[in-house]
């Protein structure tokens, strides 16, 4: 039997040559973003969750007609899941501005992967449904709005950086893109515009703010708000709209009175942070097994939507089967598996040059780089770069595409 009064059990003490023998071998560090930034386990972490509600989201919509359960549980999702990923997506952005070094990375992170995906979703649907389908940079392919969306925010940093009161702004612009019907599908002009107060406050946000919103005491509110948010989505089903959860159209467009598009704005914008604040109450800030998948949440976002459409081109989702319980959570838990795959580090490896491509040659060489490369490698011979005193290294994932 164990005795309790000694420190180690049965075991012996370790002996003074193991103890130098376990402090000769370094910890094992958390893993770090290619800018040498310490990864934050609560953002990969909300990352991955996102994305998988994403993709949950995604089948539901194929099996909505007279399922009213179903649209209830997708119209709660569609209130927060986006916003959610928008706000970090902002939050990430902070530290944007013109320089070569960030508006490279928004090239090569943001807009290559639009054009190279924008041609493979539209090669996809001539094999799979319609041969004549047109190609068009400015009407992005299901998905790919996002990255549309997120290449003007970025860009548009600066801006919201310098404003006096950019969050209220933000809301009147989107508010005005609500009843403005002749915003057309140019780069889906309209999600961009009625998503953007999202990311504006990921903008506004400090690593403080997170630490509020995962106190216990939120996380036990969290659960009536949400149970409210069922409730009030069962009553909407039959009275609003599905379309507006996408932020997609104009309040003309689904002929309701004008006044309507601000008053719905600024309703589901409203009900997004609070909806949002509950979903972030709720991810762990610890490191767990699919912590390591938020640094891939973009190849799962840009690759599950081929399945999604192939799926409705083949008419896979027309099973009576999926009409039944057993069906829809099955289909559930396959689409949140398909997007958890999509996401790991093989992967990763093998579309890193299409999703992710450096692309060095296709940029001027900065002068300063060299410089402070061999600033780098001077302060790495000399021991581990320390943080300037009064200074706290930034959360998260730098300059990587928050999706």
Known sequence: MTSSLRPHGDRKPSSSSDQQTQQAQPARQPPRTPSGRQRDAFFDNAKYLAIVLVGVGHAWGQILDGNRTVETLYRVLYTFHMPAFIIISGYFSRSFDLSPKRVKRLITGVAVPYLVFEIAYTLHRRVSEDPQADFSLLDPTYLLWFLCALFVWRLTTPIWQTVRWPLPIALVIAALASVTPTIDNDLNMQRVLQFLPCFVLGLL???????????????????????????????????????????????????????????????????????SVCFFAWVPGRRLWFTALGAGTIYGYLLHGFLVKEGSYA?????????????????????AAVITLLCTKPVQRVLRYVVEPRMDWAFKRDPGDSARARDRRDEDAGGTRATPAGASAPIGGGEKVSV
């Not at 409210?228 to 709209?241: F, K, Q």
């Not at 997609?248 to 309703?267: E, F, K, R, Y």
Request: with cysteine; proline share 7%; net charge positive.
């Open 205 to 275: 946000l400090r690593p403080e703010h997170f630490h509020l919103v995962r106190r216990r005491a939120v996380r036990i509110w969290s659960v009536p708000v949400v149970a409210a948010a069922l409730v009030i989505g069962w009553w909407s089903v039959p009275r609003m709209e599905t379309g507006w959860f996408y932020r997609n159209a104009a309040v003309q467009d689904t002929g309701g009175p004008w006044w309507s598009g601000p008053v719905l704005t600024l309703a589901l914008f409203g009900c997004s942070v609070v909806l």
């Open 315 to 335: 008419g896979w989702f027309q099973h009576s089967f999926l009409d039944e319980p057993l069906g829809e959570i099955g289909l559930t838990v396959l689409g």
